[in-house]
């Protein structure tokens, strides 16, 4: 049995193909390129990488996102004059993917609640042309730098940074879409033969469980009746997915609505060990890589009445 069959084998009855599923983790993700459409076009950007050497297509999903098919041994994306200059961003697609999912648009008041290093952040903020207000919020310090770096470099001008822990964000200013992209036991981003899977203590989920559900029941409570909300996570843990989301469908009555993303998805899970979740949960989706060759994920989205 290898390593993340063994890792993963609790989650065997609920992964499609379970060997496909455990042999891509064994193979490093493939890297993705997000063009920015204010800085350049995608046919620039193939033009001038095709030039170094590298091939790349665009995702049929979404045009922006450049799959890297093949590059020079040892080719360093993040030290290209495109990434510097902000027309690229590195970014997974399931990443990317869950962000889009959010629909925000110019004009939209949108939260990032946990928002470093901004790969997300630079996403909401291309989708609304840099137009209305994307407030980025990162509790952690010294992440704060990466995230600004980026918003600076991508040209985000419409973007405020703030440092709040995001269940004590205050109260005062609502908003129409809030991205809740939670911290988690990332399971999802184990992949090829330099992960290091760590082990996952019950005690430790438990407190990934509370911080996600502080962060969601918050999110809620800053969200604009009629705003849609978007709790994402890089694990594959009913624990801290659907389990948590449930939690708040059941005291809210938040509408569970498709993820409008044309990617390759499971359904979410309606029942896990000992316990039946609202049938709705089934419009949440589950990204494994041997479906959509990236990072696992999970992502669900809410509306509020």
Not at 19 to 40: D, M, Q, S
Not at 227 to 247: M, R
Not at 268 to 292: D, I, V
Request: charged fraction near 25%; proline fraction near 9%; aromatic fraction near 8%.
């Amino acid at each position: 049995m290898s390593r993340f069959a063994r890792r993963f084998d609790r989650y065997r009855e609920i992964v499609p193909d379970f060997e496909a599923f455990c042999e891509a983790h064994e193979r490093p993700a493939p890297v993705h390129l997000r063009v920015n459409p204010r800085k350049a076009a995608p046919a620039w950007v193939v033009d001038r990488l095709a030039r170094a050497g590298v091939r790349v297509r665009p995702e049929p999903w979404y045009p922006h996102l450049l799959r890297v098919e093949a590059a020079p041994e040892g080719f360093a994306f993040g030290a290209t004059l495109v990434h510097a200059l902000g027309f690229v961003y590195i970014q997974s697609a399931s990443s990317a993917a869950s962000a889009l999912a959010l629909g925000a648009r110019p004009g939209h008041r949108v939260l990032d609640l946990c928002a470093a290093p901004g790969s997300k952040t630079t996403l909401l903020v291309q989708e609304m042309d840099d137009r209305g207000l994307v407030v980025a919020n990162e509790p952690n310090r010294r992440r704060i730098k990466s995230l600004v770096t980026n918003l600076e470099r991508m040209g985000a001008a419409s973007a405020l940074v703030t440092a709040y822990a995001g269940q004590n964000f205050p109260k005062r200013v609502r908003f129409d879409r809030i991205l809740v992209d939670a911290p988690c036991s990332g399971e999802g981003t184990w992949r090829g033969p330099r992960a290091k899977p760590r082990r996952i203590t019950p005690e430790f989920r438990s407190g990934l469980v509370r911080q996600q559900t502080g962060l969601l029941e918050r999110a809620w409570d800053l969200l604009e009746p009629g705003g849609v909300l978007v709790y994402s996570t890089c694990t594959y843990a009913p624990e801290e997915n659907e389990a948590v989301v449930a939690d708040l469908v059941e005291r809210t009555g938040a509408e569970v609505l498709p993820v409008p993303v044309d990617v390759p998805a499971r359904p979410g899970l309606t029942a896990w060990q000992e316990r039946t979740f609202p049938p709705s949960l089934a419009r949440t989706a589950r990204l494994f890589p041997h479906r959509l060759d990236s990072e696992g994920f999970f992502v669900a989205r809410l509306a509020k009445p």
